[in-house]
């Protein structure tokens, strides 16, 4: 066996090639998958295991969905090929040689690439260990379509290194791009290859500095990435990571790629008021990304998750719908279905544009096969946490996700909710919900489930207190610095199909008593209830007829009666109080553990 072997590489070693020019042109077109010419192919020395080969006139015709024109037209190529990996089926070549060359890289919207017939593998073959390379007269350029990125670039490659200089845009924005790599000594073992690659322009720049495996080895290298860009999606558009659009970024990082699998570590940033470290790692299996890792942001402002033009967008809904309390957040999970991984999140402090009790966030996101899990999410308050679970359902490609609550707020400050410093008392709440959506504001404005609030062992101004039993007399005279006992608020919310019942809610207060009925479209977050009220003690003047409640959560509208109505309310209270027939129930203390366990109960 060892002399056929040997016998087949002498004769290999021996042979003329120029009868292979079929078969080589052959070869290529069905890897590319267009027609391939090659207008002559010799060997350049008589015998050697390691054959310099000579290809003149070579031309790689357009796909034909690429459009017109050639792939690529190289006048002179000369290849030292050693023939021991050939007998394994493996092209490496030790020394290449162009010069004269023109190539025209396209990739369409869908992604299919014409330099590449077959699908990317997810391991990458070993890098080829070239010991000399010579570019003379090359000229470079690339067409993207799924990326909106355009590049036209001159490379030159001799004793004094590797150059590349060119112009292009990325989502239509100009840049300049230039790269330069060591030389390479002649005789010289293959080994790790410097470089320095940097696009450049006004709206996003990104260098990288590092070293190859081997020149050229593009699949497997390590450098210190820094970058910037007024958008995050336009750092996307060179590193395909699928993120969304933001305010401005910066990015410094420590990055290893063995491909397919990217390992980013000592990863620190700014986004807008943001500012984050972290470590991540990206790899490729059966066609998916695994991503996994963690975030820790010193500061996080959720408004710097949205670009100019997100933020434009929401503006013009905030001036056809109003403030809303629900988040339009987007959680639509279709450019991540072929994306897994798991991330640990930590924001230390929590930046907002509008009063917000929260201060910070911790949790957990997982991700698989169309299932985001943040579990556990936690967010803190300056008294009290809001804990609980959170998932976006759309597997199996279900065109609209489903979002799913699970959270308990528990110890929290009722000022801290109402706004009101005067408002004192412990706040609890919980809420379980689930509904379809794009975002999660169409989602629980679909959703069915329950909400319950409770407070409790509070405080209150005594003038609040005697208006909330509708007892109109001792609320208008009532001192400022007067208070009352809060002994409870709870309500229970019965939702279904994004319209919540009141079911109902009590405010109870050492003074007073109220009940509201009614309902809270949480689509629209409109509100259409009654309210009626009842002191515990004499009254001076009480109204008694039930108050419609309208307006939105994040603004209700108590209506009271009219202008011209008040006067004669006022003469039948003043009538009532002076004849002393004011004798309509008075409240009595609700039972508020019960209430309470009610509102909460899961």
């Known amino acids: 066996m060892t002399a056929i072997v040997a016998g087949a590489v002498l004769a290999a070693a021996l042979a003329p090639i120029g009868w292979l020019r079929p078969t080589v042109e052959q070869r290529l077109a069905a890897a590319i998958g267009a ?13 050697s295991l390691s054959p310099r080969i000579a290809l003149r006139g070579l031309v790689i015709a357009q796909p034909d969905w690429a459009g017109k024109g050639d792939l690529a037209r190289i006048d002179s190529l000369v290849v030292r090929l050693p023939l021991w990996p050939l007998l394994s089926g493996r092209v490496a070549p030790r020394e290449i040689a162009v010069d004269g060359a023109a190539l025209a890289l396209v990739r369409d919207a869908s992604g299919r690439e014409n330099w590449r017939r077959e699908k990317k593998p997810d391991r990458a073959a070993p890098p080829i260990a070239l010991s000399a390379i010579t570019i003379r007269n090359a000229r470079i350029s690339y067409a993207d379509a799924k990326r909106d990125r355009r590049f036209d670039a001159t490379a030159t490659f001799d004793p004094a290194g590797f150059r590349l ?74 590193i395909e990571a699928g993120l969304p659009g933001t305010q401005p970024v910066t990015l410094v990082a420590d990055v290893r790629h063995d491909a397919p699998d990217w390992t980013v570590r000592k990863l620190s940033g700014t986004m807008g008021r943001s500012a984050f470290t972290g470590a991540v790692t990206v790899a490729k299996r059966d066609g998916r990304s695994i991503i996994t890792g963690a975030l ?55 930046l907002w544009r509008t009063p917000t009790p929260f201060t910070a966030m911790r949790g957990t996101l997982r991700l698989d096969h169309g299932l ?79 909400v319950g609030l409770a407070a409790r062992d509070g405080v209150l101004p005594a003038r609040l207190a005697a208006f909330i039993g509708f007892d109109v007399g001792h609320g208008l005279l009532a001192k400022k610095d007067k208070t009352a006992g809060l002994r409870c608020l ?57 108050l419609p409640v309208g307006g939105t959560i994040k603004a209700p509208e108590l209506t009271l009666p009219s202008k011209a109505e008040r006067p004669r309310q006022l003469l039948k209270m003043l009538g009532r109080a002076i004849s002393g027939k004011n004798h309509a129930p008075r409240a009595e203390d609700a039972d508020c553990n019960a209430l309470i366990a009610r509102a909460l109960a899961g």
Do not use: C
Request: charged share 25%.
């Open 35 to 47: 027609p391939v010419h090659i207008g002559s192919l010799r060997r350049l020395d008589h015998f």
């Open 372 to 450: 985001l899990t943040v579990d556990p999410l936690e967010l803190a308050l300056p008294r009290g946490t809001l804990r609980g679970r959170a998932t976006v359902d759309q597997r199996n490609g279900a065109a609209v996700p489903l979002l799913t609550l699970d959270l308990t707020l528990s110890g929290a400050a009722l000022a801290s909710f109402s706004g009101d410093s005067d408002l004192s008392g412990r706040f609890d709440a919980r809420a379980k919900l689930a509904g379809r959506g794009v975002t999660v504001r169409e989602a629980l404005g679909r959703a069915t489930g329950t």
């Open 296 to 350: 820790d942001a010193a500061r996080l402002d959720f408004d710097d998750l949205s670009n100019a033009q997100g933020r434009a967008i929401a503006r013009a809904k905030l001036r056809t719908s109003g403030p809303r309390l629900i988040p339009d957040t987007a959680i639509d999970l279709k450019r991540m279905h072929k994306t897994d991984g798991e991330i640990r999140f930590t924001a230390r402090r929590l």
């Open 165 to 238: 200089a060119g112009t292009g845009t990325v989502l239509g924005q100009p840049v300049t791009l230039s790269a330069t790599g060591a030389a390479i000594a002649a005789g010289a073992k293959p080994g790790r290859w410097p470089f320095v690659a940097v696009i450049d322009g006004k709206a996003l720049a990104m260098r990288a500095e590092g070293a190859m495996d081997r020149p050229f080895a593009v699949d497997h290298f390590t450098a210190r990435v820094t970058a910037r860009g007024d958008d995050l999606k336009l750092l996307d558009a060179i």
């Open 490 to 546: 709870a309500m229970r919310l019965a939702v279904r199909d994004g319209v919540g019942r009141i079911d109902p809610l009590i405010v109870d207060t050492t003074r007073s008593q109220a009940r509201a009925t009614g309902t809270i479209n949480l689509a629209s977050e409109r509100l259409n209830a009654r309210l009626t009220g009842a002191p515990k003690g004499k009254t001076l003047l009480r109204y008694d007829a039930p």
